[in-house]
């Protein structure tokens, strides 16, 4: 079995301050002091630039601790005319590491097909970004037993576009969009199972990226369910939305996915 490092990514959404980035820092710095987890924060872009500062002042505090930056969106245009639109160079330019792609909130909200995300997909690795790509099935989707289909359609699209071997620098979120911001999470077990899915979709194709691509679970996630859910054999850590603004309950997320 492969080891894939934990990843904690916590997706601020349109939330967030240059406290809250100070505030997690400090506690970064007190408590994780190795590199068994990787924790990326995902502020909103005009916060980009405080993460930045303060991880460059707090990198020997870190001791070792893998924290990085990661943006919540990216166009899938290089430059142009594109007001409000950000490119992937300029996301590299300003030190992320990663870019989250296809989040149900902008498939759902801004018109964002697959078509566009593999775009977006692509954009992100040409510009030196690991997408986070964030698949899942709604909630009438699931009760019609079209779960592992829609999921499929999703991965398909990035796979046409992309090839499979664009997974071995790609991390994949699984969000079902009945726990997203609901309150309510997937069972550890029905986490486990859309994950093992997914794993072995992409293995069908490369058994190497299958093993090794690491799968998150997004989707109320917090330190009350976050252990059963890490626990799965498939599950690789979290993408966390409304825990990640509070620095306790992230620094926990953060602590229970060292030790899963």
């Known amino acids: 079995m492969a080891l894939r490092r934990p990843m904690v990514a916590g997706n601020w959404k349109m939330n967030g301050s240059a406290q809250l980035a100070q505030e997690l820092f400090k506690k970064f710095a007190a408590k994780l002091h190795n590199d068994a987890v990787e924790v990326v924060l995902c502020p909103p872009a005009v916060y980009l630039e405080s993460v930045r500062q303060q991880l460059e ?18 166009s899938q245009h290089d430059f142009g005319a594109y007001t409000g639109e950000i490119s992937g160079s300029m996301l590299s330019e300003v030190g992320c590491r990663y870019v989250i792609i296809g989040h149900s909130e902008r498939r759902r909200m801004y018109g964002e097909t697959s078509n566009i995300v593999a775009d977006k997909f692509a954009a992100a690795q040409k510009h030196g970004l690991t997408p986070i790509l964030c698949v899942g099935e709604s909630g009438p989707a699931r009760e019609a037993r079209r779960t592992f289909e829609v999921i499929a359609e999703e991965l398909d699209v990035v796979i046409e576009k992309n090839g499979t071997m664009a997974f071995d620098n790609a991390i994949i979120a699984y969000e079902p969009l009945w726990a997203v911001g609901t309150g309510k999470s997937a069972t550890p077990e029905q986490a486990q199972e859309v994950h093992a899915f997914i794993r072995k979709r992409l293995s069908e194709v490369s058994p190497y990226i299958g093993e090794n691509i690491r799968i998150l679970y997004g989707g109320s996630v917090t330190p009350t369910n ?9 599950v690789d850590g979290g993408l966390i939305g409304g825990a990640s603004l509070n620095s306790t309950e992230f620094l926990s997320l953060c602590t229970i996915a060292m030790s899963a």
């Open 57 to 74: 002042a707090n990198k020997e505090a870190l001791n070792g601790s893998v924290v990085r930056m990661g943006a919540q969106n990216l």
């Open 226 to 234: 976050a252990a059963d859910l890490f626990a799965q054999p498939d």
